[in-house]
Nanobody, 128 residues
Framework: QVQLVESGGGLVQAGGSLRLSCAAS????????MGWFRQGPGKEREFVAA????????YYADSVKGRFTISRDNAKNSVYLQMNGLKPEDTAVYYC?????????????????????WGQGTQVTVSS
């Protein structure tokens, strides 16, 4: 089993920045691609960003491209989401997710069903 714990959420004004962190524990050596998803009030969960096992390739939703940056540190079993230029529509609970089936060289999925482990989420609120 793998446990994922997110941190770094909070309240920020529009245009501000936050950095989310996700730390993995347990059988973290079994994790391959990792991703961030979010669910806003009254909305369905949506893909935000993902990164390959090596960290060499990253993928973003069009809505955050150019503003958010995903990165990972395998030595620390952690993945990060740097969020700049935040907008009120970025308000959501942000979830970290890990893929334990795809393998080291798989391309991350944009679909939540492809991920095996999820964190509890961290709230991000952007005020206008």
């Amino acid at each position: 089993q793998v446990q994922l714990v997110e941190s770094g959420g909070g309240l920020v004004q529009a245009g501000g920045s936050l950095r989310l962190s996700c730390a993995a524990s347990g059988r973290s050596f079994s994790i391959f691609a990792m991703g961030w998803f979010r669910q806003g009030p009254g909305k369905e969960r949506e893909f935000v960003a993902a990164i390959t096992w090596s960290g060499g390739s990253t993928y973003y939703a069009d809505s955050v491209k150019g503003r958010f940056t995903i990165s990972r540190d395998n030595a620390k079993n952690s993945v990060y989401l740097q969020m700049n230029g935040l907008k009120p529509e970025d308000t959501a609970v942000y979830y970290c997710a890990a893929d334990a089936r795809g393998g080291r060289y798989s391309r991350p999925s944009y679909y939540g069903a492809a991920y095996d482990y999820w964190g509890q989420g961290t709230q991000v609120t952007v005020s206008s």
